[in-house]
């Protein structure tokens, strides 16, 4: 059974940083696409960034220049640092995994199968 267990949410100021972490069980994530999404409250689901195999990478306009997606394939661990944190990025930040290459539909949710259940990000002006 596949688990994915988002960690690293919190409160912070505009312009701080933070780095959220997903730890994979039960799936290795080395040969698929990897991806964060976000909801904010009243709001669909989007995605913010996502790596594959190939550690080729893809973001959202909005995070483009503050927020960089890695990841660790030893660990089996994926990441998301968030710079320059603005109060628009409060949302809950969910990891989420594709047994298949993303390329150009990353941002699709249908794409990834599993699903963590979320870290909160608060973000205050």
């Known amino acids: 059974q596949v688990q994915l267990v988002e960690s690293g949410g919190d409160s912070v100021q505009t312009g701080g940083s933070l780095r959220l972490s997903c730890a994979v069980v039960g799936y290795t994530i080395s040969p698929y696409c990897m991806g964060w999404f976000r909801q904010a409250p009243g709001k669909e689901r989007e995605g913010v960034a996502a790596i594959d195999s190939d550690g080729s990478t893809r973001y959202a306009d909005s995070v483009k220049g503050r927020f960089t997606i890695s990841k660790d394939n030893a660990k089996n661990t994926l990441f998301l640092q968030m710079n320059s944190l603005k109060p628009e990025d409060t949302a809950m930040y969910y990891c989420?995994?594709?047994?298949?290459?993303?390329?150009?539909?990353?941002?699709?949710?249908?794409?990834?199968?599993?699903w963590g259940q979320g870290t909160q990000v608060t973000v205050s002006s």
């Open positions: 989420a995994a594709a047994l298949r290459w993303c390329g150009g539909s990353w941002y699709m949710k249908y794409v990834y199968r599993s």
